[in-house]
């Protein structure tokens, strides 16, 4: 048996008579293969390409799959989620439907703090519980890696229960999930309007516990009038490289407080949000090598007007990511899908700009580029099988789900 195991491990298993956008960073647009083939072994991919180049070896005893002339791009990457929530906040979309102000809503006793005290509220169990069916959701569309982040606890056991949470949905499903520390994401009702205590609290006590626990995979931060300058963030993102943590931003999202620019200087993974960002900010992010992750749901749900500068992006050279932001209050949105065709809608992102922003530039917002995000020898076998006759079709299509197959790790 210890043998016969063995050997399996070590089988090739082809997929064959496809078609392949690679999205390999050295190809030209999607990558595009026609007649091609992938193999695996070990769950990583050992060949990607034309199905005539492939080295006779990968033939011989491997476990062949026909895909019938399928398209297989590289297994979908949500990269900016707030999958842990508890509840909903229906009742506030309700009350503007109404014409209710943010304020009012806020004074209501909505917001982010209403979100905070339900999830306080809630159990580690019973948030695994409600997040499930919002993962199945992006695993039944070909997701095969999600970010997931915290910041509805505010304090340490709550962060640490949020944070607990999303690592459980990876041992729940077969999907990698990748965890951000936002405790600098709203002011806490205890902390009495103090930003600053509260700051030193989140970088210097509450930070470091989860990292050494080993919860956090990234730093996250909500720099806004609304929520923390960019001084104040600085300070937690001085804590994240203490404690070596790659950072991350909510930035320039309803103004300009030149979060772009703050989140170069720190060399973060990506910048999200962006709609307010200048051109000093496009090109300080061009030369950090900072991801711009572009959030349309959020920017559709609150009824936003001023639109992401994908032209500088596009001009000095700014990676973009595409994510569907999923949160209970500004865009309770659970398909990657869709929210590649408002990226291309309502901000003019092209088919091969959308599909690299959920695959190849999604990865490298997590820093795993690496590991996933293209169809490449070396790379995980992440893999999405599409029943289309062009990629095209996965952009054009609302509701509507062609996912044929979904392979994670080869599998």
Same mark, same amino acid.
């Given at each position: ?174 999907? *990698? &999930?990748? @965890?951000?520390?936002? +405790? =600098?994401?709203?002011?806490?009702? !205890?902390? %009495?309007?103090?930003?600053? /205590? ?91 090598? *900072? &991801?711009? @992750?572009?959030?349309? +749901? =959020?920017?559709?749900?609150?009824? !936003?007007? %001023?639109?992401?500068?994908? /032209? ?100």
């Amino acid at each position: 048996m210890a043998a016969e195991s063995k050997s399996r491990a070590g089988e090739v298993r082809l997929w064959r008579n496809a078609r392949l956008a690679t999205m390999a960073d050295s190809s030209a647009g999607s990558g595009v293969v026609e007649h091609g083939a992938i193999a695996v072994r070990n769950g990583r991919i050992v060949y990607a390409g034309p199905e005539a180049d492939m080295p006779a070896a990968l033939r011989e005893n491997a476990e062949a799959i026909d895909c019938e002339g399928r398209w297989i791009t590289p297994g979908l990457i949500d990269c900016h989620t707030h999958l842990v929530h508890a509840g909903n906040r229906a009742n506030e979309f309700e009350m503007r439907l109404a014409g209710a102000t943010y304020e009012e809503v806020a004074k209501a006793g909505g917001g982010i703090v209403s979100s905070v005290k339900a999830l306080r509220a809630t159990s580690e169990d019973e948030l695994v519980a409600q997040s499930l069916p919002r993962l199945d959701a992006l695993i039944a569309e070909g997701v095969t890696t999600v970010e997931i982040k915290s910041g509805y606890g505010l304090d340490l056991e709550n962060e640490r229960k949020s944070l607990r949470a999303a690592r459980r949905l990876g041992g729940e499903r077969p999907v *990698t &999930v990748r @965890t951000t520390f936002l +405790g =600098a994401h709203a002011l806490p009702p !205890e902390a %009495k309007g103090d930003k600053d /205590a509260f700051i030193d609290l989140v970088a210097n006590e509450i930070l470091p516990a989860i990292a050494a626990e080993g919860l956090a995979d990234a730093v996250d931060g909500f720099c806004e009038g609304i929520a923390f300058w960019p001084e104040q963030i600085a300070r937690v993102f001085d804590a994240a490289k203490a404690a070596g943590l790659p950072v991350k931003l909510h930035a320039d999202q309803l103004s300009n407080l030149h979060g772009a620019e703050l989140a170069a200087r720190y060399g973060a993974l990506s910048a999200d949000h962006l709609e307010y960002t200048d051109e000093a900010g496009a090109v300080a992010m061009a030369k950090a090598g *900072t &991801v711009a @992750t572009i959030l349309p +749901g =959020a920017y559709y749900f609150i009824r !936003e007007t %001023k639109k992401p500068p994908i /032209a500088l992006f596009r001009q000095h050279g700014v990676g973009m990511a595409v994510a569907t932001d999923n949160n209970p209050g500004t865009s309770p949105l659970t398909s990657l899908l869709l929210t590649m065709n408002m990226a291309a809608t309502l901000f003019g992102l092209t088919v091969d700009e959308c599909l690299a922003g959920v695959t190849r530039e999604a990865a490298r917002a997590l820093g795993l580029l690496g590991q996933t995000g293209t169809l490449e020898a070396g790379k995980s076998a992440d893999l999405a099988i599409w029943d289309v006759e062009r990629p095209a079709e996965l952009v054009y299509r609302m509701g509507f789900n062609p996912l044929h197959a979904r392979i994670w790790r080869g599998q």
